[in-house]
């Protein structure tokens, strides 16, 4: 029997890319709600929750488990989708552009990748899971007038994976509304469930002792109800301790980390790049 294959830990930690075009602010605005939120590093927390949230759509967790290669590679849509993520967030336009015609192309062929509600779903998982994170286990505020300036902002990283502006909802409120009824006709499929044991059971290298048990703990508190439970994540007294034990030492300790170790390198690249607004552009 082949040995497991494992999860480098190092994936998890994804380079920037190059510094980019001198003074370009990209697709994202900078320094607002939307940087504050998506350059802690503490979003890794979430990463197997909005991974998860995807597959409870039939149609994505039917391509990913028909096309992909998790079974040989099971992390390998998780550090694809965190260095995609963070390059449309924190790269120049540019590099936005690339990634979303990078995404473009290893979606063709696949049904209903250009369903536009799809491709909303699986934009709402990643901008929704990461402000519960902040919310949740960095005890940040996160009032209306921010939620309003988070959505705002993270339109514009909708648009660059291909989700078209016209189906975007246009304030937090109308987007909150949409979320619950989309929720509402997720599944738990055969197919979503095997993608899922797979990536919650992959061994990481090095190995590091319970981890798994803390993914789990952590994804059965941010999934909502019904689906952590259709995903056998069922939230016990013992996961719920142990998510209130990580939500009380990653909101204790993040204040006292300094900001490179506490955010992604990507944040503090552009913005050297938005610093250099005015120097001469490389040719």
Do not use: I, K, N
């Not at 998506?38 to 994505?60: F, I, S, Y």
């Not at 552009?97 to 473009?104: D, E, F, L, M, N």
């Not at 909708?158 to 979320?179: I, K, S």
């Not at 994540?233 to 204040?255: D, H, M, N, Y």
Request: net charge positive; no cysteine.
């Amino acid at each position: 029997m082949p040995a497991r294959v494992r999860l480098p830990l190092r994936a998890a930690l994804p380079p920037p890319p190059p510094p980019g075009r001198p003074g370009d602010p990209g697709v994202v605005p900078p320094h607002g709600a939307a940087w504050a939120v998506l350059a802690e590093r503490a979003l890794l927390l979430g990463a197997p929750t909005a991974l998860l949230l995807q597959l409870a759509a039939p149609p994505v967790a039917a391509a990913v488990a028909e096309r992909s290669t998790f079974r040989e590679d099971p992390g390998h849509r998780l550090t694809a989708t965190l260095d995609a993520v963070l390059t449309v967030v924190f790269g120049d336009t540019e590099q936005a552009a690339a990634v979303g015609r990078h995404v473009g192309r290893r979606h063709t062929g696949v049904p209903r990748a250009d369903d536009p509600q799809l491709g909303l779903w699986v934009h709402a998982t990643l901008v929704r899971t990461a402000l519960d994170v902040t919310a949740r286990y960095l005890r940040r505020p996160v009032d209306e007038a921010f939620r309003e300036a988070y959505w705002r902002e993270v339109q514009p990283f909708a648009t660059a994976f291909g989700v078209p502006r016209e189906v975007l909802p246009p304030t937090a409120a109308a987007f909150d509304a949409w979320w619950e009824a989309a929720l509402a006709r997720t599944e738990v499929t055969p197919a979503a469930r095997e993608v899922a044991d797979h990536l919650l059971s992959t061994p990481t290298s090095p190995p590091v002792p319970g981890l798994g048990v803390v993914a789990r703990a952590v994804t059965a508190d941010l999934l909502p109800e019904r689906l952590a439970a259709e995903y056998g994540l069922v939230p016990g007294p013992g996961r719920r301790a142990l998510a209130a034990a990580v939500r009380g030492t990653t909101a204790t300790a993040r204040p006292l980390l300094p900001g490179r170790l506490a955010r992604w390198p990507h944040l503090a690249l552009a913005e050297r790049r938005l610093a250099a607004r005015g120097a001469p552009t490389m040719s």
